[in-house]
Nanobody, 113 residues
Framework: QVQLVESGGGLVQPGGSLRLSCAAS????????MGWYRQAPGKQRNLVAR???????NYADSVRGRFTISRDNAENMVYLQMNSLKPEDTAVYYC???????WGRGTQVTVSS
């Protein structure tokens, strides 16, 4: 089991930026594929970005070119840099450990003027 704690959400104006952080427990974190998902009110939870062993990344079409996922294996951290934010990016963002299927509690991101 992996414990995941997200932080960094908040209210930002359209066009702004936020950086989400996910702190993970576990001594073998470096071999895990990790992901960021989001869920807007009344909608299903969807993949935003994923980073696998070897720093292989993939992104949802809606965020490609604006969001960047990265990791610091020494610190057991995963990050999501979000630029050029749009109102449709508003959602609760969740950190996910792919092999263990664990989830964090989420952090709210609201993009509004």
């Amino acid at each position: 089991q992996v414990q995941l704690v997200e932080s960094g959400g908040g209210l930002v104006q359209p066009g702004g930026s936020l950086r989400l952080s996910c702190a993970a427990s576990g001594s073998i974190f470096s071999i895990y594929a990790m992901g960021w998902y989001r869920q807007a009110p009344g909608k299903q939870r969807n993949l935003v970005a994923r980073i696998a062993k070897g720093e292989i990344t993939n992104y949802a079409d809606s965020v490609r070119g604006r969001f960047t996922i990265s990791r610091d294996n020494a610190e057991n951290m995963v990050y999501l840099q979000m630029n050029s934010l749009k109102p449709e990016d508003t959602a609760v963002y969740y950190c996910h450990s792919v092999p263990t299927r664990d989830w964090g509690r989420g952090t709210q991101v609201t993009v509004s003027s």
